[in-house]
């Protein structure tokens, strides 16, 4: 057993349930929305969101780990008081989020920059999160995220990935990585992670559900990480069919135990000008594509019953209580 930090307070890891293991509940360019989006703030945009994650607890879902961090406008007072009205545990993470530079807050200020310091500040920034939690709301994150897109190892992303590597090391709290899994940008992280002393099965790699290369998802799963199965919805990228046999034939080759599913999705978001856009332009991307469409899919494909409930339940707890493990073993 583990303990693990919700949005709601700690949980024990036997209370996880069934886990989607990436989504979002709010997802913006907050200064966008501070400017433009006065919505954001009405009272709706929580009893909506309570709605939905409503919704998605009634199919069975217990648990989802919240992805926002820097850069995807986490804003915890918001977040913190949704929570609070749902009986959905969110986990909360703590990072960065970036593609080429690190955040502007960040630029000047490090070892050897304007501003020199012997440690990079973004640990402490993500440590705090951890340890006293965020933004004065006292909610700890419980994850830690960093992103790896097309670009590659840029030196500013190359500046997050090793900051929650660190991290990682000094709080023991698991880490997902956004990556571009067509440019097989995981196998950079792996190496990354691996010079800094990370273990790989702290690290679940997210968005290999994107790709259907199944090569390339061995490499990922055989290097210890846990595959995130997780844009169901985002249809353009490739479509629930080849999503559903790309996990299919993963579980052929024996690879049930590595797997786990969710949508990257969210209950409101500044990328469409309304909620309602968002849902006519990806009407498959929302909390409950996965239970009315996904599973059934998986089934007809030859998934069998346990192998799915393997990776809403036992992945996702196995790898947090892995985790946890291993941390106090180095202690
Ligand atoms: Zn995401």
Known sequence: MAEIETASGTIDSAALGRVLIHEHVFLMDTEYTYNYRPDFFEEKTITDAVTRLDELKATGIDTIVDLTVLGLGRHMPTLARTAALTNLNIIVSTGAYTFDAVPSSFQFWGP??????????????????????????????????????????????????????????????????????????????QQVLTEEGVDLEDV?????????????????????????????????????????????????????????LSHDCCAWSDFFPQVADYSAAMPRHNYLHIHQEVVPALLEAGVSQRDIDKMFVDNPRRYFEGVAKRFAARE
Do not use: W
Not at 122 to 129: E, N, P, T
Not at 142 to 159: F, N, S
């Open 112 to 189: 050897g920059l304007l501003k020199d310091v012997p440690e990079e500040p973004m640990i402490s920034h993500f440590v705090k999160d951890i340890t006293e939690g965020i933004a004065g709301t006292g909610v700890k994150a419980g994850m830690l995220k960093c992103a790896i897109d097309e670009p590659g190892l840029t030196p500013g992303v190359e500046r997050v990935m090793r900051a929650i590597a660190r991290t990682n090391r000094i709080t023991g709290t698991p880490i997902t990585v956004h990556t571009a899994p067509l440019q097989e940008t995981g196998l950079i992280v």
């Open 204 to 260: 679940v790699m997210g968005h290999c559900g994107d790709s259907t290369d199944i090569d390339y998802l061995m490499k990922i799963a055989d290097g210890g990480s846990i595959l995130g199965m997780d844009r169901f919805g985002v249809e353009f990228v490739i479509s629930m069919e080849q999503r559903v046999a790309t996990i299919a034939a993963m579980v052929k080759r024996g690879y049930a135990d590595r797997l786990t």
